[in-house]
């Protein structure tokens, strides 16, 4: 049995012995490599990501900023935060969010707390989203959006309905799903 503190993960470098782009692509690339593990060697290939954020906006009533867009691979409109890349190497996380909501709903924030970051799915890429709480929501001037952004639906729902949708398998979205359930525990804890 561990206690809380010592549950946490462990940073392990084994020795890259060699690594190429298999994959060059116009977002991020699928890196190849051979990696000293044990008393051998095993082959890896994943998406070299550049990280990203995610933006838990909730208003004065309790209700959680969601948008619906498409996305291809899934071949889904799937309920999200809004959320985005972090587009410059060493952008601050922060700045990305705020930036991410007013480009994707049109709206800004007064108050913002860091609620969780998480690898997306580490078994195929190095991807890690940090993840926002935001209140004092304002409206701001109307953004253009193109490609899947431009037909984005936005819905203000009760959190507790979010949570709901995830626990009951009705929301997919592994990011929501982290951030609605964060967000309402942080919530819950502060009562």
Do not use: C, K
């Not at 109307?142 to 507790?160: T, Y």
């Amino acid at each position: 049995m561990t206690t809380p503190d010592l549950l946490r993960d462990e940073p392990f470098e084994p020795e890259v012995l060699e690594s190429s782009i298999g994959f060059e692509g116009a977002v991020w690339n699928v890196l190849d490599e051979r990696v000293a593990y044990g008393d051998g060697r095993i082959r890896r290939q994943y998406v070299a990501h550049t990280g990203a954020v995610a933006v838990v906006a909730l208003d004065e009533d309790g209700r959680v900023l969601l948008i619906q867009q498409y996305r291809h691979p899934i071949r889904h409109r799937d309920w999200e935060l809004p959320a985005g890349l972090l587009d410059i190497p060493g952008e601050d996380p922060l700045t990305a969010a705020q930036r991410e909501l007013a480009e994707e709903t049109d709206t800004a924030a007064a108050h913002w707390e860091h609620l969780v970051s998480s690898w997306t799915t580490p078994g195929g890429n190095d991807e890690m989203i940090h993840i926002y709480l935001a209140t004092g929501i304002t409206t701001t001037a109307a953004h253009a959006r193109a490609d899947e952004e431009a037909d984005i639906r936005v819905a203000w729902v009760p959190l507790a309905e979010a949570a709901d949708a995830v626990l009951a398998g009705r929301l997919h979205n592994g990011i929501l799903s982290i951030g609605v359930l964060a967000a309402e525990r942080r919530l819950r804890d502060r009562d």
